[in-house]
């Protein structure tokens, strides 16, 4: 299974971008899809994710302002930031697996970039 993300960025404080991640590959492997992100020198950590024919959860720092949803037929994960602050900066990695706390496929980083 292959995840390939687009959509990252430079916005301003405020503003909105949404993030794609199509998967190419065994659905089986695609049972949950979400995101992480990593902001240069912190940890890796779990922005939301959502099950096939779940709900979407979604990580404290980012609930109320982030939205999660995916298509199964396009094998596409969505994640739509809006109010974006700059503590949102972080390379944003789609992964997807059976667990989102231990995804086991990860897709290449896209940068988001907050700033005014």
């Known amino acids: 299974v292959q995840l390939q993300a687009s959509g990252g960025g430079l916005v301003q404080p405020g503003g909105s971008l949404r993030l794609s991640c199509v998967g190419f590959?065994?659905?089986?492997?695609?049972?949950?899809m979400g995101w992480y992100r990593q902001a240069p020198g912190k940890e890796r950590e779990m922005v939301g994710g959502?099950?096939?024919?779940?709900?979407?959860e979604y990580a404290d720092s980012v609930k109320d302002r982030f939205t999660i949803s995916r298509d199964n037929a396009k094998k596409t994960i969505y994640l739509q930031m809006n109010n974006l602050k700059p503590e949102d900066t972080a390379v944003y990695y789609c992964?997807?697996?059976?667990?989102?706390?231990?995804?086991?496929?990860w897709g290449r980083g896209t940068q988001v970039t907050v700033s005014s």
């Open positions: 959502i099950m096939e024919g779940g709900s979407p």
């Open positions: 590959g065994s659905t089986f492997s695609l049972y949950v």
């Open positions: 992964v997807s697996g059976l667990n989102i706390r231990y995804p086991g496929i």
